[in-house]
């Protein structure tokens, strides 16, 4: 299922990985490259894997993609990687689900139709 949104942590700027990346050569662009990867997985429902043959799609090169690894942000997988912490931050299918079928069923309360 895909995201119409993906959560960002406020701290995100602050946080170290993030830091030792700003500190290496190109490290802004793949920070760009980092939130673009976000976007792109919450949009294909991938629930954090990231396809090797998608970099072209967030503006990424290959050197950007091993510094997140560098740094933590990625973890290699074959085909591509898996964005770090994608679960602690992102909802499943499953709450998805779940909170689409409750946001139905409060509208069909509010609006006196029973719900199909």
Known sequence: ????????????????KILA???????????????????????????????????PFVHAKPADAQRLVD??????????????GWTDYQPTDDQNRKRSEKAKKAAAARWGKTQT
């Open 71 to 84: 740094v933590g942000l990625w973890i290699e997988q074959p085909g591509g990687w898996m964005v770090n």
């Open 21 to 55: 990346l700003l500190e290496t050569r190109g490290g802004k662009e793949s920070a760009f490259v980092y939130v673009c990867s976000l976007s792109y997985c919450g949009e294909q429902g991938l629930e954090g894997f990231f396809p090797k043959a998608a970099l």
């Open 1 to 16: 299922m895909s995201l119409p949104w993906v959560r960002l942590d406020t701290s995100m700027p602050r946080n170290h």
